[in-house]
């Protein structure tokens, strides 16, 4: 994260992410991710990896292990920080109960998460990774995308849809990386032409999250993007695909 000396290690991704033996009676936390890590950094980070429990552990879709994860360590995580960390989480809380096809019920809480702070969370992870995987610092921007969550309009949703094309095409040869893959698995792509790297993570078995780490000052310059961000309509093609965005309804 900086060039401050390190003086510890921290896990990417934090290790509350992965049950302890005592929850779900299984080993999930062989081989964990370590990155030198320096006093400040270090001292910063144990509240986000407790919003970052609680924002992943039982959210719907998530395989056994998340919902288990999320009926027993982040359940006790929200028991100890009360209302003001699920409000931190997820913003303003809508509770419903759902009727499952068995009879049963399943009570389900909606919100926005504060996606800010996912970022940060995710902008360490990434580094982290990156750090692991080159032995030296990330000097790059991180951009993320949840793809686990509702996307905000069509063109979000466009937009994700191009992303998972890609991302099928640009990693189908990649090894999942990640000693405990039901938990965290990854996958890096190369480079693409401007130097931008795609990371698919994807936490307990379905909840996927896009990193793309961008060479310091790419940021703009991104003509497609720029033309989408001003409401221009805009077609992007791929392998015999079109996802066409800013459309107006006929
Ligand atoms: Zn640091």
Request: proline share 6%; net charge positive; hydrophobic share 40%.
């Amino acid at each position: 994260m900086c060039d401050a000396p390190a003086v510890s290690r921290e896990h990417a991704p934090p290790a509350c992410l992965f049950p302890e033996q005592k929850d779900l009676r299984v080993d999930l936390r062989r081989n964990l991710l370590t990155v030198p890590s320096c006093e400040r950094h270090n001292a910063t980070k144990c509240s986000d990896d407790q919003f970052l429990l609680v924002s992943l552990a039982g959210v719907l879709g998530g395989n056994a292990v998340g919902l288990g994860q999320g009926l027993t360590k982040a359940r006790r995580t929200f028991a100890r920080g009360g209302p003001a960390l699920i409000h931190a989480a997820l913003g303003s809380v809508r509770r419903e109960r759902h009727a499952l096809p068995d009879g049963r019920k399943l009570d389900v809480a909606w919100g926005t998460p504060d996606f800010a702070r996912l970022d940060r969370c995710f902008d360490r992870i990434a580094r982290a990774l990156y750090f692991h995987e080159h032995g030296s610092r990330c000097e790059g921007i991180t951009h993320c995308v949840y793809m686990h969550t509702l996307p905000g309009d069509c063109n979000d949703a466009t937009f994700r849809d191009f992303l998972r094309h890609k991302a099928a095409l640009e990693l189908a040869a990649k090894p999942y990386r990640g000693a405990n893959p039901s938990v965290f698995t990854y996958r890096a792509a190369d480079p693409d032409a401007a130097g931008r790297r795609l990371y698919a993570l994807t936490f307990y078995g379905h909840l996927d999250v896009f990193v793309v780490i961008a060479p310091a000052g790419l940021e703009r310059g991104n003509l497609a993007a720029d033309l989408i961000d001003r409401g221009i309509p805009t077609t992007i093609s791929s392998g015999g695909r079109a996802w066409r965005f800013n459309q107006t309804a006929d």
